[in-house]
């Protein structure tokens, strides 16, 4: 089965992939309309800034078991049988904010929603765009990352990928992984400035 | 990543009115610059587009997603457009600030830029006989007349090239006409600039970069030395004389006024009124001792270097001097004005006032200051400064102000060494001073308050080099101690020794940022006098804390005019290594002079260091190793 | 094989389910006072407070114990363990062979000494059935006195202020929470409540209710007589292990166990608040009952019990609540003696609706209050649980930006 994969070397930190995961969670589905809306559609993707203010792109993990699902005190953090997504139930939820407490990754906020009920905040965390997923689309936040931060693909092949990395990079005749030379530099440099900005 | 208990400032006043700003529920550029974490990757390597609609666009620097825009521009090209746009706008706006003088001037000659006058008319003569208007007996305002509709055509398209090239070393002007890089006319560039990145026109990212360096150079030997030169035919030319910096300026008992922005225009008028008897008198009706009349970035520099006026800080102060409380009126024209300071001024009694009809901020009074009617709506803007010190609550002024020396003009450099460059010259020779480094630009919250500036300036000058500073930099130098006479103890001995000959400290404050032509200026009278190229100097020029586009203009026509320039923060290029080789090794070859990237000023020192010996041995003189 | 279970509340459901997960065909035997379907407890007091109705309390279908072929003992207690025989002996004799035995029991409101108890509309706050009443009792009700500001008095002030009540408080400590949270996190929430009309008696007990069957007036033992039509006796819980013979197994304060949720006699677990496990902050014995907790504990236990050996890190106390405009979380030793090796670090600043502490010790994080922006809580609790090293300078995890990607280093 497929799921989103975030690669956090690869965030540059433009946070397209909230933009497009508001909207993705809006009524109106378009980014003009939906910064419109009441109550307005928030991403359930955060980036936040690293060690290094480089970008990190933070997303529910789905964990199994998930502990914000054993703390839930409404029974209102379920999994999705067919997709093993961690979901919650809008309304049951009743905001207590024990998943917030359960949470290792701190992904999940606490606001009224477009798809909630009317009137109350809930807890919000992402849903593997399951609605986009239905109809044949893979998850926002994945189209619009044009950096490969995000990709949407079977577990086992991204750790293929991954693994042949490490191997080549071990062997003794290949090249050390290469990272592009533009982006090193600016990586270095920014480390270099985030240790000046004060002490 | 955040990190709340660290110190933001090297400077007492700048970290004790943080913590001010901080208790008074202020947020500053600190705290926005930490929302704003992480900042955009594709910007920050220069690789987003929005020229078009057919866009925007963003290429992936890692190279698997897009590589081009919609409309094909790669990265080279995406890169070098965003860039040469930058420099454009750096261009505009110091051209646009002299094209208000020269305004001036010729309303100083038809008589309705009523309060202003010739204050040099010598220099009014030499800039006239450049540019070739007859002299003779005529009168001064008959000159100033003919010498701004010279001026005037500076800005258009009627002449091969603008008038003060001639003033660079004659092998300077042939690299130029070799490249095609002699400018023009001043908005003539700007405007192709605009006209070439537009898509569809100029698709070469190396022939876009060398009309970005044609634009630079038609502000650094056009607009910027027009504004400079104006300014010292309409205010005077500065003289060295003893002034006072940091937060300290602010008088506890005087109604405090402080001028921030860029153009000479607003300020000198505000300072000539803040002498009239009458509104002293009122001042002290109110129960103030005075006026305080201080300066914050450029507009301040160009205060302090000809009337001595206090300097209270650079660009990260601004916002900082506001939350000391003591603040009756800030009065601000254009340029580097953080839009959130009607918003600061909000959380005291102090008023803010717009003068600029080109700038207008939120939450500021707009009074709109024209050179018919400049001199009225000073009287009222101070009056209504004076009658706001009844309403000030409790006033913390963190520090005790600094001494410090400015008011080095070319001229008054060259009166300093006895009425010729030959003494700096032969010290140079000599190896006392190995060189000279203009450290000039801005603050950027991504450097430590002044962090770039002071350590720079202290590694160069214990190593004999001889620094000048403008803009944000010399505020910072100043308030370090470096801008007084017996500073020259912090100097090498080589250095010690002609400052204390000359009796000048081992850091000259030579302005406000588009003074940094008085360095172009100092350059090519060194290579002229020594019958080379100003590439041929050792010299140098840094810009350790810059962040707006007119520092990119200004390091770009460092450059194109022959100094090698260093640059602290990176700018957005590194999506394209062509563009990063170009600009830092591959101009070596076409205008003898490069950039570097460094944000540590220690490295940077060292960096400097070694080009200055590397162009002292290329000239036959004595080396040292670094 | 039997399996045995005494308690219905989340620790026995959590192992229950766990036991079923890994043996489809194992007796079950559930024993519990509580007849309702199994439910969320710590809900009782959004029932109180208005914003859920009763019916949302079931967290388990009522099939529950069908579904999970459980056979279940409902509506009495056990009486007793018979160790040597291998039998739980329940309230009406009746006696319960088991193979293995989870002692979930949880635990009872901590009862109060005073006159006039007997009065009508004076409640504990602990199961499904008190809260009911309390609903019904608040029809004319103005005015309410709540004993005890720890976790049970100030939820029960908290639902009665919620409800529109006028509410005194009685505590002990200056203000609520105080085995909680720290003074300054303790002053923001008293204030907030006060703001939203609580009234606060410190350092005061009741001496005795007054009333005509039902009760109208609390009279203090400084005389002061309080005029109420409701009283929540809110002192904290007990666990309830009265029916334990400490003589076969080992027990302080709650029954003591090892990591792996087992008592001191093989065979025998327990879990929940009546368990008393080792807390990971304070590094020593603890009773944390609270129901994440209890619903983790049951969980492994189940598991032990069914076969597959889990180790069971120990227990960390943690709380999160919202409190009108305050959202507070709570986790691990917040407040601990000073002096004794912690440090603390505090964000600092005017905003009073804005708070940070934490608290070290060595490289450890060991505790935690966060007041509103509590998003991050849970990253600060897993470094805390599991005994990570702080590499970072502590003051970068109270920033507002901190997040998950800055430990990645």
Redesign the interface.
């Known amino acids: 089965m497929k799921q989103v994969v975030v690669h956090p070397e690869r965030c540059v930190g433009c946070m397209q992939c909230m933009l497009a995961c508001a909207t993705a969670h809006s009524r109106s589905l378009m980014l003009f309309a939906a910064v419109q809306e009441t109550p307005q559609p928030k991403a359930r993707i955060h980036v936040g800034a690293g060690c290094f203010n480089e970008g990190f792109p933070n997303r529910c993990r789905h964990c199994d078991p998930a502990p914000c699902q054993m703390a839930c005190l409404a029974g209102a953090i379920y999994r999705s049988d067919s997709t093993g997504t961690v979901m919650i139930n809008p309304d049951r939820c009743i905001n207590c904010a024990s998943c917030a407490m359960a949470c290792p990754y701190g992904v999940i906020r606490f606001h009224e929603d477009p798809l909630g009920p009317a009137g109350h905040a809930i807890a919000v965390k992402c849903d593997n765009c399951s609605a986009r997923v239905a109809k044949g689309q893979i998850p926002a936040c994945v189209e619009i990352c044009k950096a490969g931060a995000l990709t949407y693909e079977e577990m086992d092949t991204a750790m293929r990928r991954k693994n042949r990395a490490v191997a080549r990079s071990m062997s003794t005749d290949a090249d050390p992984p290469v990272m592009p030379a533009g982006v090193a530099l600016l990586k270095s440099i920014k480390q270099s400035e985030l240790q000046l900005s004060g002490s | 990543?955040?990190?709340?208990?660290?110190?933001?400032s090297i400077t007492q006043d700048g970290d004790r009115l943080i913590a001010k700003a901080?208790?008074?529920?202020i947020e500053t550029v600190w705290e926005r610059h930490?929302?704003q974490?992480?900042?955009?990757?594709?910007?920050?390597?220069g690789l987003?587009c929005r020229i078009c609609i057919m866009g925007p666009c963003?290429v992936?620097?890692?190279?698997?997603?897009?590589q081009t825009g919609v409309c094909g521009a790669d990265a080279d090209i995406i890169v070098a457009r965003n860039l040469c746009r930058m420099i454009a706008a750096g261009a505009a706006a110091h051209s646009d600030h002299g094209r208000d003088l020269v305004e001036v001037l010729a309303g100083v000659a038809d008589g309705t830029a009523v309060g202003y006058k010739i204050r040099d008319e010598a220099k009014l003569k030499r800039l006239a006989e450049e540019y070739g208007v007859a002299t003779g007996d005529k009168n001064p305002l008959a000159i100033s007349g003919e010498l701004a509709q010279a001026m005037m055509e500076d800005y258009g398209m009627r002449r091969k090239a603008v008038k003060m090239v001639a003033r660079a070393p004659k092998k300077r002007q042939e690299v130029w006409e070799k490249f095609t890089l002699t400018p023009r006319g001043i908005d003539r560039e700007t405007s192709e600039m605009m006209h070439r990145t537009h898509m569809g026109v100029d698709n070469n990212w190396q022939s876009l970069l060398l009309q970005g360096l044609r634009n630079a150079l038609s502000d650094g030997w056009g607009g910027s030395m027009i504004a400079t030169e104006v300014s010292d035919i309409l205010f005077g030319v500065p003289t060295p004389r003893p002034t006072m910096v940091n937060a300290g300026v602010l008088k506890e008992d005087q109604v405090n006024i402080v001028v921030h922005g860029h153009n000479p225009v607003v300020s000198e008028m505000v300072s000539k009124v803040c002498q009239s008897p009458d509104l002293i008198d009122l001042a002290k009706e109110k129960g103030a001792a005075g006026i305080n009349l201080v300066g914050v970035c450029c507009t301040g520099n160009e205060l302090l270097m000809r009337r001595g006026i206090s300097m209270a800080g650079n660009h990260l102060m601004s916002e900082l001097i506001l939350s000391t409380g003591a603040v009756e009126m800030m009065i601000v024209d254009y340029q580097c004005i953080m839009p959130s300071l009607g918003k600061v001024a909000g959380s005291y009694h102090t008023r803010m006032v717009s003068t600029s009809d080109k700038a207008k901020f939120p939450h500021m009074e707009h009074h709109e200051f024209h050179p018919d009617n400049a001199e009225k709506k000073a009287v009222e803007v101070v009056r209504s400064a004076i009658e706001n010190y009844v309403n000030r609550g409790k006033v913390f002024i963190p520090v005790a102000p600094q001494e410090a020396v400015g008011g080095f003009s070319v001229e008054a450099i060259v009166g300093a060494l006895g009425g010729t460059p030959e003494p700096l010259i032969d010290a140079i020779k000599a190896g006392k001073i190995r060189g000279v480094v203009g450290i000039v630009g801005c603050n950027n919250?991504?450097?430590?308050h002044d962090?770039?500036h002071v350590t720079l300036t202290r590694r160069l000058i214990e190593n004999d080099i001889l620094v000048v500073d403008t803009g944000c930099v010399s505020v910072a130098t100043a308030k370090a101690g470096f801008k007084v006479p017996a500073a020259a103890d912090m100097a090498g001995p080589g250095l010690k020794e002609i400052c204390n000959a000359l009796g000048i400290p081992p850091v000259l404050h030579m302005g406000s940022c588009v003074d940094n032509v008085r360095i172009l200026v100092l350059v090519a009278a060194l290579a002229n006098a020594l019958g080379v190229d100003i590439s041929d100097l050792p010299v140098a020029g840094s810009a350790p804390e810059w962040y707006s586009e007119k520092a990119v203009a200004i390091g770009t026509y460092f450059v194109a005019s022959g100094v090698t320039t260093h640059l602290?923060?990176?700018p957005p290029i590194?999506?394209?290594?062509n563009v990063?080789n170009l600009l830092t090794a591959g101009l070596e070859d076409v205008v003898g002079a490069t950039f570097a990237?460094?944000?540590?000023?220690e490295k940077a020192a060292v960096f400097l260091r070694r080009h200055i010996e590397d162009k002292r041995k290329a000239l036959g003189l004595d080396v040292r190793s670094v | 094989m039997k399996h045995v279970i005494i308690g219905n509340g989340i620790a026995g459901v959590t192992a229950s389910e766990a036991i079923r997960m890994l043996n489809g065909t194992a007796d079950i035997t559930m024993i519990g006072d509580e007849i309702f379907p199994p439910y969320s407890r710590p809900m009782i007091s959004h029932v109180l407070d208005g914003s859920q109705p009763h019916d949302k309390l079931p967290i388990r279908s009522e099939h529950f114990y069908d579904d999970l072929k459980i056979t279940p003992l409902l509506g009495q207690r056990a009486r007793g363990i018979d160790v040597d025989n291998r039998q739980v002996e329940l309230a009406d004799g009746t006696r319960v062979d088991f193979d293995r035995l989870l002692i979930a029991a949880g635990a009872d409101p901590r009862p109060t000494q005073a006159e006039g108890l007997d009065l009508k509309n004076i409640f504990y706050l602990r199961t499904q059935d008190h809260v009911k009443q309390q609903t019904t009792a608040l029809a004319g009700a103005r005015r309410a006195v709540v004993l005890g500001g720890g976790l049970v008095g100030f939820k029960a002030a908290y639902g009665l202020l919620k409800r529109g009540l006028s509410v005194t408080m009685l505590i002990t400590s200056g203000y609520p929470l105080s085995m909680q949270v720290d003074a300054t996190a303790g002053r923001m929430i008293l204030n907030e409540l006060v703001c939203h009309g609580l009234k606060v008696e410190v350092g005061v007990s009741v001496r005795a209710f007054e009333g005509n069957g039902t009760v109208r007036v609390a009279v203090t033992d400084t005389g002061t007589r309080l005029p109420c039509e409701i009283v929540i006796i809110g002192k904290g819980v007990l666990p309830a292990r009265d029916f334990i013979p400490k003589d076969k197994i080992d027990a302080d304060l709650g029954v003591l166990v090892d990591d792996h949720l087992q008592t001191s006699v093989p065979g025998i677990y327990a879990a929940g608040d009546v368990a008393e496990s080792v807390d990971i902050a304070r590094d020593c014995r603890w009773v944390n009952a609270l129901w994440p907790e209890a619903a983790g504990q049951g969980r492994v236990a189940g598991l032990n019990m069914a076969g597959r050996p889990v180790a069971y890190p120990g227990s960390l106390s943690r709380n999160v609540m919202r409190v009108f405009g305050l959202d507070v979380l709570t986790v691990g030793n917040a407040d601990p003696i000073e002096d004794a090796g912690y440090r603390v670090v505090r964000s600092s600043g005017a905003d009073r609706h804005f708070y940070r502490r934490l608290v070290l010790k060595e490289d450890r994080l060991v505790g935690a209050v966060m007041i509103n922006g509590i998003e991050q809580g849970g990253v600060l609790r897993a470094l805390i649980e599991n005994r990570t090293p702080i590499r970072l300078p502590p003051e970068t995890l109270i920033a507002p930006g901190f997040n998950f990607g800055q430990l990645l280093y």
């Open positions: 990543m955040f990190d709340p208990g660290k110190s933001l901080r208790q008074d529920g930490e929302a974490q992480p900042q955009c990757g594709f910007c920050d390597m987003s963003r992936d620097p890692f190279g698997e997603g897009p919250p991504k450097i430590k962090y770039g602290g923060p990176m590194t999506g394209s290594m990063v990237v460094e944000p540590d000023p």
